[in-house]
Nanobody, 121 residues
Framework: QLQASGGGLVESGGSLRLSCAAS????????ANWFRQAPGKEREFVAA????????YYANSVRGRFTISRDNAKNTVYLQMNSLKPEDTAVYYC????????????????WGQGTLVTVSS
C-alpha cells in the first residue's frame, strides 16, 4: 500500500517535497514512479527511480527542476519539486512495480491515492 503526501498550494517559483510511504517489507525491491494528472488531462509520467536508487528518469517537462529519491530504510520515495510553474498543477500519484515505468503501460503493480499540488501564478 502506498500513501502519498506533501501536496499543497504554492506560488509560482516555489518548492514542495512530496513523499510516498509504503507498507510492506518488500518495497525496497520495487522501482517507484511519480505520475500526475491535471484537470481534464490524461495521467502522465513525471519521474521514476530504480529499486536501489541508482537509476533516475524524468519527463522532459520537469527535468532540471524535480528530483526523485528514495530511502529504503524508511520505505519512502520523495519528489523534490523546485521552480514550480502553474502548469505543474495536478494530482500527483506514486506507483511501484518490478521495474521503472515511464508510461501508463507499466509495469505498475501498486498505486497511491494521490496528493494535490496547486501552483498559483
Amino acid at each position: 500500500q502506498l500513501q502519498a503526501s506533501g501536496g499543497g498550494l504554492v506560488e509560482s517559483g516555489g518548492s514542495l517535497r512530496l513523499s510516498c510511504a509504503a507498507s510492506g517489507r518488500t518495497f525496497s525491491t520495487y522501482a517507484a514512479n511519480w505520475f500526475r494528472q491535471a484537470p481534464g488531462k490524461e495521467r502522465e509520467f513525471v519521474a521514476a527511480i530504480s529499486w536501489n536508487g541508482r537509476g533516475t528518469y524524468y519527463a522532459n517537462s520537469v527535468r532540471g527542476r524535480f528530483t526523485i529519491s528514495r530511502d529504503n530504510a524508511k520505505n519512502t520515495v520523495y519528489l523534490q519539486m523546485n521552480s514550480l510553474k502553474p502548469e505543474d498543477t495536478a494530482v500527483y500519484y506514486c506507483s511501484a512495480g518490478s521495474t521503472i515505468a515511464t508510461s501508463l503501460r507499466g509495469p505498475i503493480d501498486y498505486w497511491g491515492q494521490g496528493t494535490l499540488v496547486t501552483v498559483s501564478s
